[in-house]
């Protein structure tokens, strides 16, 4: 056991950390709401964007944005890895690390091999983990979650979809952590492009909707493409950030938990320190007493 000076010292130090941690879960709290509400609304249009995009497949003969659907033999890889700009979230960060390093193994195993993977990082963390590999960043976004804008992340998606189609990569994946609720979030791979086309299950019924196209057709599904592509994008940020906020206030909250529950025990340890001072003093001062009467 320690003296009682270094318990004190202990107890200040405990209580100074978990004012520290009430006070980050109630900012992160603030952020959680507006984030929240910000992807709330987001996810309706954006997945009504991507369904009308799989099921327009099939209309795309001879126009340019036919060329998002093109499947290439997979060569060349660009993975799109975001995470947040700061710690003290729980596993965050770190659950996409594995989540991207396991989906190089397992889906892209021959561009593995030959070094064909490059890698694009939204966030400091990630920023920070894959600058320490073998892997090659061709772009990193350290303070995109400081203002995030759609235009910040619309510059962004447009050189990633003109990457594709001048061919440079044949496959584009995003990594990032959907999110569920406050307290949960989804370590989520996402096909960016070639855009996935509507699978049909054997014996279902294929959804074929008859749009009507005004003023055409190549005209307005050429624009759509681009505009759901970038809106997806944004979404993806949106749902990282969201569930950041989310991730580091529950952490924030259990490290509030832990904080006082260290204090119980520290305040045992030190009230226990006291009494065995005061009892060897006692015994002191009567040993000194027997002493002199002897």
Excluded: W
């Excluded at 950390?17 to 507006?34: D, E, F």
């Excluded at 976004?141 to 003109?162: G, K, N, P, S, W």
């Excluded at 749902?239 to 520290?266: C, I």
Aim: charged letters at 25%; aromatic letters at 8%.
């Amino acid at each position: 056991m320690g003296s009682l000076k270094e318990v004190r010292n202990r107890l200040v130090s405990v209580k100074s950390t978990q004012q520290i941690t009430k006070a980050m879960k109630v900012v992160s709290a603030a952020k959680l709401r507006k984030a929240q509400s910000r992807i709330v609304q987001m996810r309706p249009y954006a997945q009504k964007l991507q369904g009308m995009l799989s099921q327009l497949s099939g209309s795309l003969d001879g126009s340019d944005g036919k060329k998002f659907y093109q499947i290439r033999p997979v060569k060349k890889v660009l993975m799109i890895v975001i995470t947040s700009d700061r710690g003290l979230a729980g596993s965050f960060n770190s659950s996409i690390a594995k989540e991207t390093l396991r989906l190089m193994k397992e889906k892209y195993p021959a561009a593995l091999a030959a070094g064909n993977i490059d890698i694009i990082t939204v966030g400091k963390k990630g920023r920070d983990f894959f600058a320490k590999t073998k892997f090659t960043m061709v772009e990193e976004h350290a303070t995109l979650f400081t203002h995030l804008t759609f235009e910040a992340a619309d510059e962004i998606a447009q050189r990633i979809m003109q990457s594709f189609l001048d061919g440079k990569y044949d496959a584009i994946d995003l990594i990032y952590n959907k999110f569920k609720n406050a307290a949960v979030f989804i370590p989520s791979v996402e096909r960016f492009l070639p855009i996935p086309v509507e699978q049909v299950k054997p014996g279902a019924k294929a959804s074929k909707i008859d749009y009507i196209f005004e003023p055409s057709q190549e005209a307005i599904v050429g624009r759509l493409i681009s505009q759901s592509l970038r809106v997806n994008f944004f979404r993806t940020l949106l749902e990282s950030n969201a569930a950041e906020h989310g991730a580091r206030m529950t952490a924030m909250d259990k490290a509030t938990e832990n904080a006082e529950d260290l204090l119980r025990a520290l305040k045992l340890q030190y009230n226990k320190e006291r009494q065995a001072t005061i009892t060897k003093e006692i015994l002191e001062i009567v040993g000194g007493a027997q002493a002199l009467n002897s």
